[in-house]
């Protein structure tokens, strides 16, 4: 069974039927490019930035601090949940913005829920560290 022709007065829509109609590596390639887009545009944002380079350092640390495989995948996780609900929030935020730019309550509170979830994944990622740190140290 075909689909029913669409109408051309929406290129977006066309645009994302497209990759639904994508298969096997052509689609991996695609969403690759769609990846890399989201990580240039979460670059833009400044907590995204910091994060990113305290992973630069946590990432090759979590190696040296991690005794078995478990606890380096613990430690390393931690370090790329942060950046992923980061990147997560900021996707949050530029859908709410794009909605418009007057104050709503529940634009607020989807805001509000968006950087709660980054807060406690910092906790998250600080006491993992902190127990891998004193584990190691003590």
Not at 43 to 51: D, P, T, V
């Amino acid at each position: 069974m075909t689909p029913a022709p669409r109408s051309s007065s929406s290129g977006a829509r066309e645009a994302v039927d497209a990759q639904k109609r994508r298969r096997g590596l052509q689609r991996l390639w695609h969403a690759l490019g769609y990846s890399m887009t989201g990580l240039r545009a979460g670059w833009q944002e400044s907590a995204f930035r910091q994060e990113a380079m305290a992973a630069l350092v946590l990432l090759p640390l979590a190696c040296w601090l991690g005794h078995t495989w478990v606890e380096t995948a613990l430690l390393a996780g931690s370090v790329v949940m942060v950046m992923v609900v980061e990147l997560l929030n900021s996707g949050i935020e530029s859908a709410i913005d794009r909605i418009g730019p007057e104050w709503h309550e529940l634009s607020k509170r989807a805001k509000d829920m968006g950087s709660a979830a980054v807060l406690l994944s910092l906790l998250v990622c600080g006491g993992i560290w902190l127990a891998a740190l004193w584990s190691r140290l003590a």
